[in-house]
């Protein structure tokens, strides 16, 4: 199989349905985002180097493939069919209890952050915008996506956030708050 296809030298790419719409088209960039967010958080976990924080995100990054498929498949006519290319409400259940494990270890946020710290912190904390940016466009599409994918995206921007501080806890990081 070679990597070049030629199908998308005119601008346009195909959906999962085989529609075929321009590259600039908001579905596209929504899932475009999406990717961009997963290679930054392999990025992160290149820098992170915690054992409990890697498992996580391996997760997610799998489930970002998902969130991915869902966006490329506006009819909902194929993605439904795929188990792997389906998310579910648990997997933000999850994301929550990682958020509420990852803040036990974390003494409490009083003001808001200065993004950075450690390279797996900063990591973090650039993958956490690339996710606002990726559920800005996902909230925006026409027709609207299934309500799951906006929650999961949503609680994932949280768990980024307390990641990138419990990186830097465990690192001994202090974090810069915003006076």
Same mark, same amino acid.
């Given at each position: 199989m070679k990597i070049y296809t030629r199908t998308g030298d005119a601008g346009e790419t195909s959906l999962f349905d085989g529609t075929r719409v321009s590259k600039a088209d908001p579905r596209v960039a929504a899932y475009g985002h999406v990717d961009e967010l997963n290679a930054v958080l392999g990025v992160a976990r290149a820098a992170a180097r915690d054992p409990w924080i890697d498992g996580c995100l391996d997760r997610i990054q799998i489930e970002l493939f998902a969130v991915g498929a869902?966006? %490329? !498949?506006? &009819?909902? =006519?194929?993605?439904?069919? *795929?188990?792997?290319?389906?998310?579910? %409400? !648990?997997? &933000?259940? =999850?994301?929550?209890?990682? *958020?509420d494990e990852a803040e036990a270890e974390l003494p409490p946020l009083t003001r808001f952050l200065v993004p950075g710290g450690s390279p797996g912190g900063a990591s973090l904390h650039l993958a956490r915008t690339v996710c606002r940016r990726a559920e800005r466009r996902i909230v925006g599409l026409d027709p609207p996506v299934d309500p799951v994918l906006i929650r999961y995206v949503n609680r994932l921007s949280d768990l980024l956030f307390v990641l990138a501080r419990l990186v830097n806890h465990l690192g001994g990081v202090v974090e810069i708050e915003w006076n």
């Open positions: 869902a966006l %490329a !498949d506006p &009819t909902s =006519r194929v993605s439904p069919r *795929i188990s792997r290319a389906r998310l579910d %409400a !648990d997997a &933000t259940t =999850r994301l929550e209890r990682w *958020i």
